[in-house]
T-cell receptor, first 112, second 116 residues
Framework: DGGITQSPKYLFRKEGQNVTLSCEQNLNHDAMYWYRQDPGQGLRLIYYSQIVNDFQKGDIAEGYSVSREKKESFPLTVTSAQKNPTAFYLC???????????FGPGTRLTVL | AQKVTQAQTEISVVEKEDVTLDCVYETRDTTYYLFWYKQPPSGELVFLIRRNSFDEQNEISGRYSWNFQKSTSSFNFTITASQVVDSAVYFCALSEYYNQGGKLIFGQGTELSVKP
């Protein structure tokens, strides 16, 4: 079955640690996105990539980093510089930047 | 500036009632796309519909219907004969043709609770 997978589903981090969230898709989509969702709020764009080896900052990129070495994969690293990382993180992908985005199941990150 | 407003934070209805979720958007672009997504308790966003700015035809899909009116910058979503399985948070979103690689601008979401 084609789709988007994210792992882990739940992640706990101690303050000062970097953690990496995985996002993989087998839909042959060129574009991939990372969004953050806080309780009771809509989603906000962290980073996006329209093609392999290229990515751009979104609205709230500070404290995050990404890579896009393969078309299928777009991992997100939450660094210790991110001051309030506890949130629900959703990965999405689309054929092109103007096409419909489809979302993965999300990763819930909690900082202890 | 671009913005999406969903004024209804929470709606509670009894099964079989009809319910309309409101969405108002702001954009300076003449070419844009509007979306509705459903977020059940599991958390994954499920795509429901996409509309482009040049197509104001209303759409019906089963119990779901959408009313797009450019004159009032609204893209409202109606569920007819609601069911308990419709309980979820619903998001309206906007994407602009010239903006940041297709970034979706989301409203705050409307939490719909359908009681048996």
């Amino acid at each position: 079955d084609g789709g988007i997978t994210q792992s882990p589903k739940y992640l706990f981090r101690k303050e000062g640690q970097n953690v990496t969230l995985s996002c993989e898709q087998n839909l042959n989509h060129d574009a991939m996105y990372w969004y953050r969702q806080d309780p009771g709020q809509g989603l906000r764009l962290i980073y996006y990539s329209q093609i392999v080896n290229d990515f751009q900052k979104g609205d709230i990129a500070e404290g995050y980093s990404v890579s896009r070495e393969k078309k299928e994969s777009f991992p997100l690293t939450v660094t210790s510089a991110q001051k309030n990382p506890t949130a629900f993180y959703l990965c999405a992908s689309s054929y092109g930047s103007l096409d419909t985005q489809y979302f993965g199941p999300g990763t819930r990150l909690t900082v202890l | 500036a671009q913005k999406v407003t969903q004024a209804q934070t929470e709606i509670s209805v009894v099964e079989k009632e009809d319910v309309t979720l409101d969405c108002v958007y702001e954009t300076r672009d003449t070419t844009y796309y509007l979306f509705w997504y459903k977020q059940p308790p599991s958390g994954e966003l499920v795509f429901l519909i996409r509309r482009n700015s040049f197509d104001e035809q209303n759409e019906i899909s089963g119990r779901y219907s959408w009313n797009f009116q450019k004159s009032t910058s609204s893209f409202n979503f109606t569920i007819t004969a609601s069911q308990v399985v419709d309980s979820a948070v619903y998001f309206c979103a906007l994407s602009e043709y010239y903006n940041q690689g297709g970034k979706l601008i989301f409203g705050q979401g409307t939490e719909l609770s359908v009681k048996p």
